[in-house]
């Protein structure tokens, strides 16, 4: 199904002198273009390759994985194998959706939140399928029927995922070109996209004509114009970044470029979990091990304001309504010994003896013998906090508390597609030869993120825009 190359060189020649492109050195041709490789550009490399599209996929970084590589591998989805063989037999698409929905605040792209809910527990079985290991894990409380895995080996990251759909897809046949950063989409007189530019490594330019373009480039989470020009709020409280930075967004300008309509970008997943040390390094802090020994947490009015154990969402909600977007998480001696036994450390990346040495060398973790002197380190007020204290389980000097903030993770908007994944302009209509897939085209979250369901959205989507593109390509 390849173009036939000649005649298509002299037509983007033409094309580029009348549109103002730099020529590129190299032409080449190529049923189905994806952009991105993380889990919704593989998913799609998979299903279109397997269906017998010849397919280019171009990765800006060194390798395949971006996002998706340093999640937490979690995914959900009703109805899969190893929610069944925990014996929950009465999850269904309808309950997860009306969960999803709620979590979101109801915000969601309904489309999109319907037909993921009901692709989501497949998706599951087919990397397991795949060869992908996953571990059942019934303890996420937002779901209301449990219906979340883990993959394995490499628990605590997306790595398994990435492996397995990097695999399938080349073995499947798919093109996986690194280090190639695609900078623009090509469109014809009519508006329709019919290739994208390449920039490879060495700084040289390829035009690639195909019949389809797939966008996969995830999030902007590492983007501060389009963080500022959707999100003001969230920036004006000085957020930190805990999500992947590498993601710029530049899906976003393409898409936009050539017509495409946006949605719901205003929403950022943030957890209420940034603080940063003196040395000025920005970490996570959970805050929720020292609350589960008796710890608590107050705003600069020196009160508590939350329940220290309610979901994170909720504790986010109610943070952002504080003096400047800030707590403090307060503990004493003895709630801090075993704060130190924690199966998870305090903060996330240190071990145990490493948040230790810091309540020593306090770089992150004050350490204070009078709760006067910890209010005035952090211009709390100190008369409400000794009255706070005096009715909290804290007792024992020394004390010990950080200062926390909203921390940026990854976005829940996007670009607008239908739920064949078809992008679409800003009235409405399908812009012809353009699909997009996963965090670029998040809306289907709504205003919040439901544990698990943005791998698997991106797998679900990615797959929906792998053999849709074939078909149009084959058929
Ligand atoms: C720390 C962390 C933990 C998370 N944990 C979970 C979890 O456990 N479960 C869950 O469901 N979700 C989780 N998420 C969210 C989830 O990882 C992402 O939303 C999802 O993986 C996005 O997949 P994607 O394929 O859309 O994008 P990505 O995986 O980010 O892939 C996009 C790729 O496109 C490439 N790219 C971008 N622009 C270009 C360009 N112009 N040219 C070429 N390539 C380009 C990028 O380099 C990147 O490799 C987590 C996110 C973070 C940051």
């Not at 996420?140 to 399938?168: D, M, N």
């Not at 600069?300 to 329940?307: A, L, N």
């Not at 973790?365 to 952090?378: E, M, T, V």
Request: hydrophobic share 45%; net charge negative; charged share 20%.
């Amino acid at each position: 199904m390849k173009r036939h190359l000649s005649s298509i060189v002299l037509a983007v020649v033409a094309l580029f002198v009348l549109s103002g492109f730099a020529a590129a050195a190299e032409v080449w041709s190529t049923d189905i273009v994806i952009v991105g490789g993380g889990a919704a550009g593989l998913s799609a490399a998979v299903e279109a390759s397997q269906a017998g599209a010849d397919v280019m996929l171009f990765e800006k970084l060194p390798i395949v994985g971006g996002s998706t590589m340093v999640s937490g591998g979690g995914m959900s989805g009703a109805g899969h194998r190893f929610q069944l063989a925990a014996g929950i037999t009465n999850d269904s698409p309808e309950i997860h959706l009306q969960d999803m929905l709620r979590e979101g605040y109801y915000e969601n792209d309904l489309r999109l939140a319907k037909r993921f809910t009901e692709n989501a527990g497949a998706a599951i079985d087919w990397l397991a399928d795949l060869g992908c290991q996953f571990e059942f894990q019934p303890n996420y409380q937002e779901h209301t029927i449990q219906r979340f895995v883990r993959s394995h080996p490499y628990p605590g990251t997306g790595i398994a995922i990435v492996q397995t759909l990097e695999k399938a897809a080349k073995d499947a046949g798919a093109n996986i070109y690194t280090n190639h950063l695609v900078t623009e989409l090509i469109t014809d007189t009519s508006g329709a996209v019919i290739g994208v530019q390449v920039t490879k490594k060495d700084g040289s330019i390829v035009n690639v004509m195909a019949d389809r373009v797939i966008l996969a480039t995830g999030g902007f989470v590492g983007n501060d114009e389009l963080l500022n020009r959707f999100a003001p709020e969230i920036m004006a409280m000085n957020p930190k970044v805990a999500g992947d930075t590498r993601l710029q967004g530049e899906g976003f300008y393409l898409a936009e470029k050539v017509g495409a309509s946006l949605e719901n970008m205003q929403f950022i997943k943030v957890y209420p979990t940034g603080s940063t040390t003196k040395s000025g390094q920005d970490v996570y802090t959970r805050f929720y091990v020292p609350c589960l020994e008796g710890g608590i947490l107050v705003n600069r009015e020196g009160k508590r304001f939350v329940d220290e154990k309610a979901a994170f969402a909720r504790i986010y909600d109610e943070l952002v309504k504080q003096t400047d977007g800030r707590m403090f998480v307060i503990f004493d001696s003895k709630q801090a010994e075993r704060v130190l036994q924690a199966d998870t450390p305090f903060i996330l990346g240190w071990s145990n003896e490493q948040v230790a040495k810091d309540m020593e060398e306090n770089t992150l973790i004050g350490r204070f013998d009078r709760i006067a002197d910890l209010a005035a380190a952090y211009n709390i007020d100190a008369e409400a906090l000794e009255e706070t204290i005096a009715n909290s389980e804290l007792s024992t000097a020394p004390f010990y508390s950080v200062e926390i903030g909203p921390n940026m993770m990854f976005t829940l908007g996007g670009i607008r597609i239908d739920d064949d994944a078809r992008v679409l302009d800003v009235n409405g209509q399908v812009i012809q030869g353009l699909y997009a897939a996963g965090e670029v085209a998040g809306a289907g979250h709504g205003g919040n993120y439901m544990s698990g369901n943005y791998v698997a959205y991106a797998v679900v989507y990615g797959r929906i825009a792998g053999i849709n593109s074939a078909n149009d390509v084959l058929n």
